[in-house]
């Protein structure tokens, strides 16, 4: 079966983003490993994670700023 997108990263209906006490609908999937680099805490079994808009912001965020951000936003949490 051929699911469109889902080797761009998009995602169909209905997944819920993985990070950790989120509960919004994902819309792309990323690799678990790359999530967490970005310092998001993920709940995902798998190789890949759903993350929701909010979350993908953050996490395209965190992936194009400077490493010496990761520690900062940490202590948000
Ligand atoms: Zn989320």
Request: aromatic residues 6%; hydrophobic residues 25%; proline residues 1%.
């Amino acid at each position: 079966m051929y699911l469109p997108g889902m080797n761009m990263g998009i995602i169909s209906k209905g997944a819920k983003c993985n990070v950790s006490g989120c509960n919004n609908d994902g819309i792309r999937s990323l690799n678990t490993s790359k999530v967490e680099d970005a310092g998001l805490r993920v709940s995902s079994s798998g190789k890949k994670t759903v993350l929701c808009k909010a979350h993908y912001k953050e996490w395209k965020k965190e992936t194009k700023d400077d490493r010496s951000l990761e520690r900062a936003r940490y202590d948000k949490f």
